[in-house]
Nanobody
Framework: QVQVVESGGGLVQPGGSLRLSCAASGVIFSIGTMAWYRQAPGKERELVAGITNGDSTNYADSVKGRFTISRDYAKKTMYLQMNSLKPEDTAVYYC??????????????WGQGTQVTVSS
């Protein structure tokens, strides 16, 4: 069974940094695009950043220049380096991954989320 698990969330002061990780495990043939989403209380889930299996990246305008997405193919892990954090970055951050478990069988997997709170 395939799982994606986030880690690295926590409480940080404004201007601080955090690094989130998302690790995929299980029977995996290949991993396509991976992405980070976030959902703040009372708001819809939004895309934060994405990275293809060719390392093309895209970012929400609100995080450009502050967040960096990357991935380690050997470890089947994606990262989100978050710098210059603002209170408005407070949200539950979710990992999403397009995973092929065998040729021709592809699914979209979500992690359980990790809380990021930016507050003094």
């Amino acid at each position: 069974q395939v799982q994606v698990v986030e880690s690295g969330g926590g409480l940080v002061q404004p201007g601080g940094s955090l690094r989130l990780s998302c690790a995929a495990s299980g029977v995996i043939f290949s991993i396509g695009t991976m992405a980070w989403y976030r959902q703040a209380p009372g708001k819809e889930r939004e895309l934060v950043a994405g990275i293809t299996n060719g390392d093309s990246t895209n970012y929400a305008d609100s995080v450009k220049g502050r967040f960096t997405i990357s991935r380690d193919y050997a470890k089947k892990t994606m990262y989100l380096q978050m710098n210059s954090l603002k209170p408005e970055d407070t949200a539950v951050y979710y990992c999403n991954a397009e995973i092929m478990v065998r040729i021709g069988v592809r699914g979209n997997y979500w992690g359980q989320g990790t809380q990021v709170t930016v507050s003094s």
